[in-house]
């Protein structure tokens, strides 16, 4: 359940089933077009498909933001990825801030980018539609079509 801060900019917050923020907290941003008018339906209807990624999406997004951190590229040129037991732990590395609803989707698409950061120092992110990924990795918004 979205808690709308301004609805007429589609701005809200909600908490994540399982993905933390920079505090390790649950509580993530959600934007969407509130020029739509169903903005707020289909908002609440990503945030849910989100709240409930399946258990292979998750690992999906997991073992792709550990290639991310393997990769380099980011700011923080010190960082080393250590070796992982568990595709998840990279979680512990990276954190996610904002969810963008694609409002331009069709009726039947449920499409969002969720944006965040990894230790290594660069904004990373993931982009989901229809419960599969789409895309892991710096550049997450340019593979929503007109992302808010």
Known sequence: MIRWLQQEGGEGRFNS???RNDENEDELIVYANSDHPDFMEYAEKC???FNNLSVPVINEIC???IS???EGG???EEFELPAL???LDILNYCWFMVLYVGME???DEIAYAVEGEGEWGENIGFVIKNDSVVYVGADYLDYMENAH
């Open 17 to 19: 089933s399982f993905f």
């Open 105 to 107: 989707s069709k009726d």
């Open 47 to 49: 945030v849910e498909a």
């Open 85 to 87: 037991d568990n595709p």
């Open 74 to 76: 980011g700011l923080n």
């Open 63 to 65: 073992q792709k933001l």
């Open 68 to 70: 991310c951190a393997q």
